[in-house]
């Protein structure tokens, strides 16, 4: 009797396999067309390029922090301050294998002495390594072969609709 239990376990076994198999490739098949479907959508996805990152994040947030700074509305430049290093921070995640991501870096050290400006409320700190910044943004931008793209401290408020 044990002979033959074994016997017919011996037989059930590797069909009960085969069958768990094809259910288990058949679960494999399902997951892989859904991983490639995200894919595909992953591929296709918008991906803003440098200068649409420049254009809406860091050229109006360098103007407002400006601004801010010369209102002494410490707040606010804070605020922008981490707006702008945010648009920074979209070209390094999105753009990691190009020029511009690697460039960039060089603003690190300017964006740290406005953080410190404003943390100590030092409107003449904050002008002088604001114009620091600035520079550095054209240092970068001839870097990259864009010195045709000047930016300068900001003299109008183009944002008039924003008490700063």
Not at 30 to 47: E, F, G, H, I, T
Not at 97 to 109: L, Q
Not at 128 to 134: D, I, K, P, Q, R
Request: net charge positive.
């Amino acid at each position: 009797m044990k002979r033959l239990s074994l016997l017919l376990l011996s037989l059930a076994l590797p069909f009960s396999l085969m069958i768990g198999c094809e259910q288990s490739g058949s679960k494999n098949a399902d997951l892989q067309a859904r991983v490639d479907s995200l894919q595909n959508k992953l591929d296709s996805a918008y991906v803003p390029g440098t200068g649409a990152i420049m254009n809406t994040i860091v050229q109006p947030h360098h103007l407002k922090l400006w601004f801010a700074g010369q209102n002494k509305n410490w707040a606010l430049a804070e605020y922008e301050r981490q707006e702008l290093m945010g648009g920074f921070e979209k070209i390094q995640t999105l753009h990691k294998n190009k020029p511009a991501a690697t460039a960039v870096a060089m603003i690190f050290p300017a964006m740290d002495a406005i953080e410190k400006a404003i943390r100590e409320k030092d409107g003449n700190a904050f002008k002088s390594n604001f114009v620091v910044l600035t520079n550095t943004c054209n240092t970068c931008h001839q870097a990259l072969k864009y010195e045709f793209n000047v930016i300068k401290v900001p003299v109008t408020n183009s944002f008039d609709d924003q008490r700063f």
